[in-house]
C-alpha cells in the first residue's frame, strides 16, 4: 500500500502560514495599541504637571492667564485626539484578533480532515496487513496438510 499522502497539504501548509502571518500582525498591533496608550498618558501626565505648577495665589496677569487657557486647552486637545487614536488601535487589535481567529478555524478544519483520512488509511492498512496475515498462515497450512496427506 502506498505510503500516506494528505492531498491538501499543500492547501493547509498555505493555510499555516497565513495564520503565521496574522499572528505576526496581531502583534504589531497589540505594539502599536501599547505605544498609543503610552502617548496618552504622556499627555495625561503632562495635564497634572501643568496643574500642579500653576501658582494658586498671587497676582497673575491677563497675559499669563491667557496663556494657561491656551496651553491647556491644546493639551486637552490632544487628549481626545489621542484617546481617539488609542480607540483606533483598539479596533485593529480586535480585527487582527479575530482575522487569526478565522485562520486557526481553517487551518484546524483541515487538520481535521487530514486527522480522519490518516485514521482510515491506518485502518485500511492494518486491514489489509491482516489479509496478508491471514493468506501467509492459510497457504502454510495448505503445505503442510499436503506434505502431510502424501
Same mark, same amino acid.
Given at each position: 500500500?502506498?505510503?500516506?499522502?494528505?492531498?491538501?497539504?499543500?492547501?493547509?501548509?498555505?493555510?499555516?502560514?497565513?495564520?503565521?502571518?496574522?499572528?505576526?500582525?496581531?502583534?504589531?498591533?497589540?505594539?502599536?495599541?501599547?505605544?498609543?496608550?503610552?502617548?496618552?498618558?504622556?499627555?495625561?501626565?503632562?495635564?497634572?504637571?501643568?496643574?500642579?505648577?500653576?501658582?494658586?495665589?498671587?497676582?497673575?496677569?491677563?497675559?499669563?492667564? $491667557?496663556?494657561?487657557? &491656551?496651553?491647556?486647552?491644546?493639551? /486637552?486637545? !490632544?487628549? #481626545? *485626539?489621542?484617546?481617539? @487614536?488609542?480607540? =483606533?488601535?483598539?479596533?485593529?487589535?480586535?480585527?487582527?484578533?479575530?482575522?487569526?481567529?478565522?485562520?486557526? $478555524?481553517?487551518?484546524? &478544519?483541515?487538520?481535521?480532515?487530514? /486527522?480522519? !483520512?490518516? #485514521? *482510515?488509511?491506518?485502518? @485500511?492498512?492494518? =486491514?489489509?496487513?491482516?489479509?496478508?496475515?491471514?493468506?501467509?498462515?492459510?497457504?502454510?497450512?495448505?503445505?503442510?496438510?499436503?506434505?502431510?496427506?502424501?
Amino acid at each position: 500500500m502506498k505510503k500516506f499522502r494528505f492531498r491538501l497539504e499543500g492547501v493547509r501548509n498555505y493555510r499555516q502560514a497565513l495564520e503565521e502571518n496574522l499572528k505576526l500582525q496581531l502583534a504589531a498591533a497589540y505594539r502599536e495599541r501599547e505605544q498609543e496608550e503610552i502617548r496618552l498618558e504622556a499627555y495625561r501626565k503632562e495635564r497634572e504637571k501643568f496643574f500642579r505648577q500653576i501658582p494658586l495665589s498671587g497676582n497673575l496677569d491677563l497675559g499669563t492667564l $491667557q496663556h494657561h487657557f &491656551i496651553y491647556l486647552e491644546t493639551l /486637552e486637545q !490632544q487628549i #481626545e *485626539e489621542q484617546m481617539q @487614536e488609542v480607540e =483606533r488601535a483598539e479596533r485593529r487589535v480586535q480585527d487582527a484578533g479575530r482575522r487569526v481567529r478565522d485562520a486557526v $478555524q481553517q487551518r484546524k &478544519i483541515l487538520d481535521r480532515l487530514r /486527522e480522519r !483520512q490518516k #485514521e *482510515e488509511y491506518d485502518y @485500511e492498512l492494518a =486491514r489489509q496487513e491482516q489479509g496478508d496475515l491471514d493468506e501467509a498462515g492459510l497457504t502454510s497450512y495448505w503445505k503442510k496438510a499436503r506434505k502431510g496427506g502424501e
